[in-house]
């Protein structure tokens, strides 16, 4: 019903990874100042900020969700940004504000008060998963439930 001549519904697909081959690095970061067993130390040395953004073509950008306040300590090492890529098929393009709006999901969390390293609608899903994974270890619990019935077929976003 949306599609049809009354509505113009643009639509984007994107694959967002944290496994791929890119890092970036911001040399004039000196990190930041922390206390560790009485004593001083400075972590996130090398690291770019929070929310930096880097887009490698049309439909890739990288997009680093952790800077060097977020990370614990100097040991944690270096984290590695998302790549987030476009899928062919969509016709909403605009990367600047797809990545905008996957920085944004980072901040919407009911777990903590502070900004995740992943968007919400991707670590909800994960979550989601993997208690219905755990789910085989009840008792009981038959999987069923979910492939038949009404919520086979129920569409759902998170």
Known sequence: ???DKKFSVE?????VSEQH???????AQLGVPYWVN???STKGTGLPERGLCLQLDDRRGLLHLTGPTDVKTDKQGL?????????????FTDMTYLLRQIYHFSFMSWR?????TQPVTIKYSQLIANLLG???LVNGWDSTVLSV???RGRRWFL
């Not at 081959?21 to 040399?27: A, K, L, V």
């Not at 984290?79 to 016709?91: A, G, K, N, Y």
């Not at 903590?112 to 995740?116: D, E, G, I, L, T």
């Open 38 to 40: 009485g004593r001083k």
């Open 11 to 15: 639509f984007a697909f994107l694959d």
């Open 112 to 116: 903590s008060f502070f900004p995740a």
């Open 79 to 91: 984290p590695q940004p998302l790549l987030v890529e476009l899928h062919p098929d969509s016709d």
């Open 21 to 27: 081959i890119y890092h970036i690095f911001d040399n």
């Open 149 to 151: 019935g009404s919520l």
């Open 134 to 136: 755990n789910l085989n």
């Open 1 to 3: 019903e949306l599609i």
